[in-house]
């Protein structure tokens, strides 16, 4: 299963930028997909998620408020709408298919993953 994760990007503080994630239809169709970040030296860490539908979403804390997922299931792709993006968000962004249909913060959970994106905010 391929995902394709794209633009990333340098920005300055306080811009913004939105990433991408193309998923096959027979992989993410009836499934929940998730966005992690994984910055220097640290663990990759839970970022957001929505369920197949799109009706339910999950943030960690530290985004709420500044990112958006949201899904295009006629375009099979996930995006992550970033603002305000703060220094603290440079990372390597990846995308990921959950189990089921149900979303998840817990990165075991994910079966498939993406090539990441960098993303890199300077202040």
């Known amino acids: 299963v391929q995902l394709q994760a794209s633009g990333g990007g340098l920005v300055q503080a306080g811009g913004s930028l939105r990433i991408s994630c193309v998923c096959p239809?027979?992989?993410?169709?009836?499934?929940?997909v998730g966005w992690f970040r994984q910055a220097p030296g640290k663990e990759r860490e839970f970022v957001a998620t929505i369920a197949w539908n799109g009706g339910t979403t999950s943030y960690t804390d530290s985004v709420k408020g500044r990112f958006a997922i949201s899904r295009d299931r006629t375009m099979n792709t996930v995006y992550l709408q970033m603002n305000s993006l703060k220094a603290e968000d440079t990372a390597v962004y990846y995308c990921?298919?959950?189990?089921?249909?149900?979303?998840?913060?817990?990165?075991?959970?994910?079966?498939?993953w993406g090539r990441g994106t960098q993303v890199t905010v300077s202040s």
């Open positions: 239809r027979r992989t993410c169709s009836n499934n929940a």
């Open positions: 990921a298919v959950g189990r089921s249909a149900q979303i998840s913060q817990d990165r075991a959970y994910y079966i498939y």
